[in-house]
């Protein structure tokens, strides 16, 4: 496993490491996979086709007779393939399926996470606000107390002018 710094986008799909799928993760699982989904591609088509039309040119033209008409051999062939086909593409499917779901189970996790971390933002904000709020009320009663305060000086200092200097003009 790596470090956690590498590998913190998996944080959500950790937990659904354990899960196995039903014909296990193990070599089988993924060969029989990867050989399912070749089935499907154009490439597989393709040579599937080139092969048969070879087979059958091959046979009808007389160049060999190890397969003459009706074809029995290809038909086994065909079924063959069929039969391990299906369930080759079945464990694909399963296995993705299995995957799919953790995957959904990892993003709502996921979703879920964010939503409790914004929900602790906005309570954090709204502390925060209430804070801020609770500051401002007392600067303004401290600014009322300074303003009464310097307007009381002014008056003392006024009313001591008057006392210690008698002479001087009065305003």
């Known amino acids: 496993m790596s470090t956690p710094s590498h590998d913190h986008h998996r944080r959500f799909h950790r937990v659904h490491d354990h899960l196995t799928a039903a014909y296990g993760d193990g070599w089988f699982g993924a060969k029989a996979e990867a050989f399912a989904r070749y089935f499907g591609t154009p490439l597989f088509l393709a040579a599937q086709t080139v092969i048969v039309l070879i087979w059958v040119a091959v046979n009808v033209a007389g160049l060999t007779a190890f397969d003459p008409y009706p074809f029995i051999l290809l038909n086994l062939a065909f079924s063959l393939q069929a ?89």
């Open 83 to 171: 039969a391990y086909a299906a369930p080759m593409i079945l464990l694909a499917q399963t296995r993705q399926a299995d995957r799919d779901k953790a995957h959904a189970d990892a993003d709502a996790q996921h979703r879920e996470d964010l939503a409790r971390a914004a929900a602790r933002r906005q309570d954090e904000a709204a502390g925060q606000a209430t804070l801020l709020l609770d500051l401002v009320r007392q600067n303004t009663t401290l600014t009322e107390a300074v303003k009464s305060l310097s307007e009381r000086i002014q008056d003392l200092t006024v009313e001591m002018h008057h006392r210690t200097c008698p002479d001087a003009a009065k305003p």
